[in-house]
């Protein structure tokens, strides 16, 4: 039995890409810097999974910004705005796409399947021109065949690359992107001819969007896609992996028909259904790669227990053909336990990063070629032993809490439209009210004072009055622009989920457990382990400082139950929504003291709960059901005059409106400019929203600033379907990883794109 790895996280150990790719931007290092640190981190990874036996490791998983990204690149798919017209797609166009430029918006970016990774979403339509325009695939295998390994190249395969993409803006919405497949086939056998001429053994094509409910004619596409790149894959072993889900049947059906292909990865993680689709019928002679070891969390592997599904597996298909892989790339994991030296010594004896669930992989593999690890499996039983009992995990109050609110539904007493008029009588707020998302700027100042008193350098007083220059200088700024509905700025907080965990029971925390979110984005995720409460007041000191410091409604900033959950790693020994409901009964404790205190404006972020929609449509109704009643037990006991707002970030809502409506909130503000105001079709096609309503007018992750005249526009193309007395202006996301210069200019025109409309709105 052998070893595969689907993918690994490219950021590094202790965010070396990052860094690297942040110091490019700014024009402090140049291009030879950033490939410096790039070659040293792959191969780093490529001698890691070589040195513990790992048969077949990836190359081509490594990217600067998003493997999406470099599809595009590869096919020579640059939107025109660009400039690009032929030749190798360079490092200005390629960051050009992600980010933007002076004159050219970014590419929209969305949330990869359901998990927290973002992706650039392609731009297609019949007029593109497809080329091979980026040879970075067979560069990288080339780069580790001269350190002596033989690596599997992976390429997004070209139906998850098509059913991914939009049609560009000056292209019918309607269009068919499968139309286009017989035109980007002949990049793809480009690409295989020079990987075959390099040397390559193997190709690995990811295909997870198989797990997705497909019609039949996409599936016949599937079908004829790999049947037409037959001859050109000949010579090659020829892998499809699939990830995050079952593989329906019908999908199965027509993957495991395909003859090209020598071997099948399935995420038997996520999957379980699809381990009874193999018992019935896995095609005779081809490999299976049984994703076993879970790459989307950092529990250990209960080595035993996957060790029985395996020997499961040998029953039906024969020990040889069994392939032991990992659930889908490592990317969505942190990357090596090594660095957490402060960490408990029982929790950190639970846990496994992507370096450790290499050794796992490669010891289960070992194991059932019978090289078993007896000291390894025996130190993992104990381990697995150790969480079930230990007293740290489980609160019987808690759980008795749980289920009493999981009997009833919770909402508020009255109607979102008379709550509105009685917030609005209260508030006395402008036609199209401003306001922003929450954060601003974390300066490097700001970060080294939070570091200073987390490590006991300063004292608390010392600490509360830079914090509280802090707030006075954002409060300020808004003021002077003119913002009607103001924030603090969140300069106390670290990361909007760490800061409430930190303060919650069940929590833990890592000093390096960094996942890549998007381009040199990187969020370090808690980890739940044990029934979570709320201790004590989380914000109640910090939200009321800040009110006292204005006569502006002053918002309280808290992140939803739904949030947390979706943005933690999550305990795996109970439901997910049991711990959702523990976190929301939290969270409601703090929405109603901060009521108490005098905030009347209270957001409750729940920016994550679309990115928890499981992928399939028969499970999609019981999760929407338990996430928006979480989000609803949060605040369904406050007065109406306390205007509830909560925000959404980037990833497609118009399959969820009628949810969002539910969740009856008072006021929504969402991302949509980023995504060509996607998210107002919903309206076009007739959907009513009678609460406020906020689409962002500018995208916050492009250092571009939009001019007064652009976000003008994009209010009055709101207008078409909104009202004026439910539309708020406010940018998509929050502010914290742009700069000061920036956030300035771009408020000011947002502010005045405003009150132009508003002027425009009296007149009429």
Known sequence: MSSHIVGYPRIGPKRELKFALESFWDGK????????????????????????????IPSNTFSYYDQMLDTTAMLGAVPSRYGWESGEVGFDVYFSMARGNASAPAMEMTKWFDTNYHYIVPELGPHVQFSYASHKAVEEFKEAKSLGIDTVPVLIGPMTYLLLSKPAKDVDKSFCLLSLIDKILPVYEEVLADLKSAGARWIQFDEPILVMDLDTNQLQAFSDAYSHMESSLAGLNVLIATYFADVPAEAYKALTSLKCVTGFGFDLVRGLETLDLIKVDFPRGKL????????????????????????????????????????????????DLVNETKLDKELKSWLAF????????????????????????????????????????????????????????????????ARLQAQQKKLNLHALPTTTIGSFPQTADLRRIRKEFKARKISESDYVQAIKVEFEKVIKLQEELEIDVLVHGEAERNDMVEFFGEQLSGFAFTSNGWVQSYGSRCVKPPIIYGDVSRQKAMTVFWSSMAQKMTQRPMKGMLTGPVTILNWSFVRNDQPRYETCFQIALAIKDEVEDLEKAGITVIQIDEAALREGLPLRRSEQELYLDWAVHSFRLTNCDVRETTQIHTHMCYSNFNDIINSIINMDADVITIENSRSDEK????????????????????????????STEEIAERINKMLEVLDSNVLWVNPDCGLKTRKYSEVKSALSNMVAAAKLIRSQLNKS
């Open 288 to 335: 299976l790669f049984a994703g076993i070891v879970d790459g989307r969390n950092i529990w250990a592997n209960d080595l035993s227990a996957s060790l029985k599904t395996l020997q499961t597996l040998e029953d039906i298909i024969g020990k040889e053909k069994v392939v032991v892989s990992t659930s889908c790339s490592l990317l969505h994991t942190a990357v």
């Open 354 to 417: 992507a370096a450790q669930k290499v050794v796992e992989v490669s010891a289960l593999a070992k194991s059932f070629s019978g090289f078993k690890d007896e000291a390894l499996f025996a130190s993992n039983s104990m381990r697995q032993a150790s969480r079930r009992s230990s007293p740290r995990v489980t609160n019987a109050t808690i759980k008795h809490n749980v289920a009493a609110v999981m009997k009833s539904d919770h909402r508020r007493s009255t109607k979102v439209s």
């Open 29 to 56: 290092t140049g291009v030879d810097d950033l490939q410096n640190v790039a070659a040293n981190l792959r191969r780093s990874i490529w001698k890691h999974m070589a040195s513990v036996g790992i048969k077949y």
């Open 679 to 706: 998210l107002l079709s919903v309206f076009h096609e007739g959907v009513k929203y009678g609460a406020g309503i906020g689409p962002g007018v500018y995208d916050i992750h492009s250092p571009r600033i939009p």
